[in-house]
């Protein structure tokens, strides 16, 4: 009896050391190309680049390897390497579909429109094939009737302590090539406390890298009252992580101001985030801000955002911010809330209503501003 104990337990022994050894079992079967792909995904791109090249280099023929470096590369917009990998995995599996589709995808970023769609022409439809077509008609049809837009905003506002009602209105112009550039005229007139200021702004925009966009700005306002004398501003966005399909990529923004107002230098930094979700159906986003008021005091802020498409054409966005504003001539911590309903009427024109409410030291304001964007 005691030896047939005695063996019992050892089964058992074995069978508990068996099951707390599996797991590590199969992280050691765990293949390179799985622990790349899982790199990549988790946006540990280099990881995942040292394990597929080393993957390639010991089993030049293996067609996954080669598509997984492809996707890691273009992921980085490394879209010359990506393009290479790519073509090497099709070289060893020329029906690989999901290389032919990451190809489409490289010939739409670099904008080879036509190349991408004769690629797409020419394999079986799926709902990834699908959608990269109409994404890349969609693109086509706004390069081809959308070289300038026009932005038109009215506004006016109410104020608690028997204050004047202000209004706004704005006018903006601006031609984008087909390259990634845009330049933009902006005119502002703004109706305050019963004076009134312009504000003239040239800016210009470009697209550095597929990673990278960034812009310059400078204007002033002439007689300025209330509005800077002078200022410039530049910013830089990137997409970060994963850029194989940049409309669903995380955002980061930075912008800088340093403008001149009559009662002195007032100097800005915006730091931001965005990021979509569900298709672009919902995005979220929020910025810090840090400013040196007309006084030489650090002053800090945040805005948070988000928006939501509740139809087709149809997009809610809500906005609340905590923040320093420099619009009287001086600067001040406002507290504020948007409520804004954008409604596209065609691929061309679109408008959007916005519901504004703001807390600040002296005052509150209520307004409400009305804009439409129209481009030919």
Do not use: C
């Not at 022994?13 to 599996?22: D, I, Q, R, V």
């Amino acid at each position: 009896m005691a030896a047939l104990w005695g063996k019992q337990v050892f089964i058992a022994s074995a069978l508990l050391g068996y099951a707390a050894a599996a797991p590590f079992a199969v992280a050691e079967e765990k293949s390179r190309i799985d622990q790349a792909t899982e790199a990549r995904l988790d946006g540990r791109f280099d990881d995942a680049e040292a394990l597929l090249l080393a993957e390639t280099s010991e089993y030049p023929e293996n067609a996954d390897a080669w598509l997984q470096l492809g996707l890691a590369h273009s992921a980085q917009g490394d879209f010359d390497e990506a393009r290479e990998a790519l073509n090497r995995t099709l070289q060893i599996a020329p029906d690989y579909t999901d290389a032919d589709l990451a190809l489409a995808r490289l010939d739409w970023y670099e904008g080879r429109n036509n190349a991408a769609l004769n690629r797409l022409s020419g394999m079986v439809e799926t709902p990834d094939t699908i959608a990269l077509r109409q994404r890349i008609e969609t693109a086509e049809q706004t390069d081809q009737t959308s070289a300038w837009r026009l932005d038109l905003a009215v506004g006016r506002s109410t104020l608690t302590q028997s204050l004047p009602d202000w209004t706004e209105l704005s006018g903006a112009a601006t031609y984008q090539t087909g390259s990634g550039q845009s330049y933009t005229l902006l005119v502002d007139y703004a109706d305050r406390f019963n004076t009134s200021d312009v504000y003239l702004e040239g800016r210009a925009g470009s697209r550095l890298s597929p990673r990278f966009t960034g812009y310059l700005a400078a204007g002033g306002a002439p007689d300025a009252i209330f509005r800077p004398e002078w200022a410039v501003s530049t910013g830089l966005t990137a997409l970060i992580g994963d850029i194989t399909d940049p409309t669903d990529a995380l955002r980061a923004s930075a912008d800088f101001r340093y403008a001149q107002y009559p009662a002195g230098v007032v100097q800005s930094g915006k730091f931001g985030v965005a990021k979509p979700f569900a298709s672009d159906t919902f995005r979220l986003g929020g910025s810090l801000i840090l400013l040196s008021d007309e006084q030489g005091d650090t002053r800090r802020g945040y805005v948070l955002q988000g928006e939501w498409q509740a139809a087709p054409a149809s997009r809610i966005l809500l906005t609340y911010a905590d923040a320093p504003e420099t619009s009287d001539g001086i600067t001040l911590d406002v507290k504020s809330a948007v409520l804004a309903w954008r409604q596209s009427v065609s691929d061309r024109q679109s408008f959007q209503i916005n519901l504004v409410h703001e807390t600040r030291s002296a005052y509150d304001r209520t307004g409400i501003v009305v804009s439409t964007s129209v481009t030919f």
